[in-house]
């Protein structure tokens, strides 16, 4: 493998400082109070969801897989299964996720996205959406015309095998 170069480093640390720091603003950027335009319990369930982006990460890979076992949400979490285990809980007493056992190997425990949690991360993520919308609607057209052309990059760097 090469030495990375003085400017593969300096892209890779902007890189790391600006996308997290993009997605953090967006999340700050869901407001905090209740939206009139939302039902009350709606509303409540985004305010509760937006309390740890762990949460949110746990609930989008039930929302696309159906439902996970407590080893594989660890694994696909790249946390211990005792961190999954406290998360579990706390989305179950919320009613964000539900527990099943397996009916052919009881030791094996699903977990799938109730129709709240399926709600609360569809509302989130619209909110995120429409915030990051909002922020683009600020740069011109040669800006949006560079993010654009950058984007198939961003992709190309997440699927290259390193």
């Not at 439902?67 to 989305?91: G, N, W």
């Not at 992709?155 to 390193?162: D, G, K, N, P």
Request: hydrophobic fraction near 45%; proline fraction near 4%.
């Amino acid at each position: 493998m090469e030495e990375p170069s003085s400017h593969t480093l300096d892209i890779a640390d902007d890189l790391l400082d600006l996308i997290p720091s993009l997605l953090q603003r967006l999340r700050a950027d869901i407001p905090r109070e209740s939206n009139p335009e939302l039902e009350m319990h709606e509303w409540q369930d985004v305010s509760e969801l937006r309390a740890t982006t762990g949460q949110i990460r746990l609930l989008r890979i039930l929302v696309k897989r159906q439902r996970c076992a407590m080893q594989e949400l660890a694994e696909l979490m790249d946390v211990a299964p005792p961190t999954v285990t406290a998360m579990i809980k706390r989305l179950l007493v919320q009613g964000f996720v539900e527990r099943v056992r397996d009916e052919q190997d009881w030791r094996v425990v699903w977990v799938s996205a109730t129709e709240r949690g399926l709600r609360a991360v569809a509302l989130y993520d619209q909110f995120r959406r429409v915030n990051l919308q909002r922020r683009l609607a600020y740069l011109d057209v040669d800006e949006l015309t560079q993010l654009r052309a950058a984007l198939p990059v961003l992709r190309h760097i997440i699927e290259v095998e390193a």
